[in-house]
């Protein structure tokens, strides 16, 4: 049996979001029939859960309260967060438990590798807390997970979702030196509402962080995800979207805000299924190689699947410019 050791689980208290408790109340919106997602309930879930609870892991599917768990435990798809479970930051939109984490387990990135082969994953998407106690922010963390899958599980593509590392000096080239095949890291919204919604983070830095990746590994697969319903207008998500590819960024997701509690972050609209069509018509018009927009989407939501074609979109971008060079 692969055990994987995960730090700050147990010092979890009761309340998840301390730092929320004197928030006003904000009323949480009946969700439209598009968005509405039936109970888990199938052999194969079953399964999975099983598995996650008897070797003590710690998934972004249960710790954000995903509403794609039961779709993608399903098909025994889980997206592995390391370095605890207890976040230093306290974002207004997030469902993790925020808190003083405890000590980083020096294990985990072998554990995570053993069970990445145990399961015979061809895609592992990894991602974490925030963890700004840390000098690096845990990025020779992220980096020993990727070459311990990489020595371990070869065959398996690998896919980071990681914190901001801001005001860590060095951390970023640490994890793009490990050499994973898709780097993510999500802007969340547009400029105008991080201080309400991302009040931790710096727009302009999260966008500096995926144009450096680049700068360090041209052909490293770039990824940034976006909420909506936030409060946002249009014109500032296009905006957004130029941003992104000033910074070269390969993949984009859109998904709908889903309030978690009524301490969070209320909803201020949901939109509807053809907005999303036509923010992805919109996406691909910029020169995004892969777009994934619906009311659904996250950022690990079909991410083997999505790498595939973000590779194929590739191949035929280049194939495209040789011909066009060629006229």
């Not at 000590?103 to 998407?125: Q, S, W």
């Not at 020595?151 to 994973?180: C, H, M, N, W, Y």
């Not at 995800?225 to 936030?230: A, E, H, T």
Request: with cysteine; glycine share 6%.
């Amino acid at each position: 049996m692969v055990k994987i050791h995960t730090s700050g689980l147990s010092n979890i208290k009761t309340v998840r979001h301390p730092e929320k408790i004197g928030k006003p109340d904000s009323l949480i919106k009946k969700k439209p029939s598009w968005i509405r997602v039936k109970a888990p309930n199938s052999k194969v879930y079953s399964e999975t859960r099983d598995l996650v609870r008897k070797w003590n892991l710690t998934t972004v599917c249960e710790e954000a309260a995903c509403p794609n768990i039961g779709e993608c435990w399903a098909k025994k798809h889980a997206t592995m967060m390391i370095l605890g479970a207890i976040c230093t930051r306290a974002c207004a939109f997030c469902n993790v438990a925020t808190g003083r984490p405890n000590k980083v387990d020096p294990l985990e990135p072998m554990n995570v590798a053993e069970a990445t082969r145990h399961l015979g994953l061809e895609h592992i998407v990894i991602t974490s807390v925030d963890r700004d106690d840390l000098a690096d922010g845990g990025a020779k963390h992220f980096a020993d997970t990727v070459s311990s899958i990489r020595s371990l599980a070869p065959q398996t593509t690998i896919e980071i979702l990681t914190p901001d590392f801001l005001k860590k000096v060095g951390a970023l080239e640490i994890v793009v030196r490990s050499k994973p095949d898709v780097f993510n890291h999500n802007l969340e919204t547009v400029p105008r509402l991080y201080k309400s919604v991302r009040p931790g983070a710096r727009y302009f830095h999260s966008l500096r962080l995926l144009d450096q990746v680049k700068e360090y590994d041209p052909i490293m697969f770039t990824k940034s995800g976006l909420m909506v319903g936030l409060g946002e207008s249009i014109t500032e998500v296009l905006q957004v979207m130029d941003d992104m590819r000033s910074a070269n960024i390969d993949f984009l997701t859109i998904g709908q805000y889903l309030q978690p509690t009524v301490k969070h972050h209320p909803i201020d609209r949901f939109y509807e299924p053809k907005e999303f069509e036509e923010l992805e018509k919109a996406a691909y018009g910029k020169g995004f190689l892969m777009v994934s927009a619906s009311p659904l989407t996250r950022s690990s939501y079909h991410a083997g699947e999505d790498f595939n074609a973000l590779k194929i979109a590739r191949t035929m971008q280049s194939n495209a410019d040789l011909v066009n060079k060629s006229n």
